[in-house]
């Protein structure tokens, strides 16, 4: 059976449950969507990072629609790193410098916004690499990177997530095992594309 379309994936999963039952088929589309928002969780991927540039000239700026972790963070004008820090260290940054103005040095992700010490003293220009979510599917939305690649991953995922509706469904330990397979599949993907299957280095600075 083809998996390439959200309509096939949702006729593929009614397959595998064997059920026919309108309440049942109904669910799918939300068996589904709990599996997005696992994965959403579980898998990086390169095809999620996304790029952004914005001017910071405050001490708070909104993060990106989308998005789930950032990659790196750095100032356009020289590309030099922001390093990021707990809520906490920034905020004792801060304290134990009377809030001083400056280029940004370091930054935090609190309530959906970064905040950034020192507060600017003017605006910079900053690029932000992060991981989004991936795009939920829908009648509007039929297919996503995940689904064309990675179809196994969709319909494992919402195979298990069906099982508390179903209410113990023995075929859940096997899916179970098989989505995370999956999802390490997606992840050892993502190390081979961006570092040739040779594992990430630690570098070692010397002094």
Same mark, same amino acid.
């Given at each position: ?11 593929s999963? !009614? ?9 049942? %088929?109904?669910? %799918? ?17 390169? #095809?999620?990072?996304? #790029?952004?540039?914005? +001017?910071?000239?405050? $001490?708070?700026?909104?993060? +990106? +629609?989308?998005?789930?972790?950032? @990659? $790196?963070?750095? *100032?356009?004008?020289?590309? $030099?790193?922001?390093? *990021?820090? =707990?809520? *906490?260290?920034?905020?004792?940054r ?9 280029r940004?040095?370091?930054? !935090? ?6 905040? @950034?010490? +020192?507060?600017?003293?003017?605006? &910079? *220009? ?9 795009a939920s ?8 990177? %995940? ?7 969709y319909?494992?995922?919402?195979? %298990? ?9 023995? #075929? =859940? ?17 993502n190390?081979?594309?961006? &570092?040739?299957?040779?594992?990430? $280095?630690?570098?070692?600075? =010397? &002094?």
């Amino acid at each position: 059976m083809a998996l390439s379309t959200y309509s096939e994936l949702k006729t593929s999963i !009614a397959g595998w449950l064997n059920r026919e039952d309108a309440d049942t %088929i109904a669910a %799918i589309p939300d068996f589904i969507k709990i599996a997005e928002t696992d994965m959403n969780r579980k898998v990086r991927h390169w #095809r999620m990072e996304q #790029r952004s540039t914005a +001017p910071v000239n405050s $001490r708070y700026t909104l993060v +990106p +629609p989308g998005f789930l972790e950032a @990659v $790196r963070f750095h *100032l356009d004008v020289d590309e $030099r790193p922001v390093e *990021l820090l =707990t809520p *906490l260290a920034l905020q004792q940054r801060r304290l134990e410098n009377s809030d001083t103005q400056g280029r940004p040095q370091f930054y !935090a992700i609190i309530a959906g916004q970064i905040e @950034v010490w +020192p507060t600017p003293d003017s605006s &910079y *220009l900053t690029e932000l690499y992060y991981y989004s979510s991936t795009a939920s599917l829908g009648d509007d939305n039929t297919s996503n990177w %995940i689904l064309e690649h990675f179809p196994d991953a969709y319909l494992y995922g919402a195979l %298990i997530h069906s099982a508390p509706y179903l209410v113990d469904d023995a #075929r =859940t330990t096997l899916w179970a095992s098989l989505y995370q397979s999956a999802i390490d599949g997606i992840n050892a993907d993502n190390d081979k594309a961006k &570092y040739g299957g040779s594992g990430l $280095r630690i570098q070692v600075n =010397t &002094y």
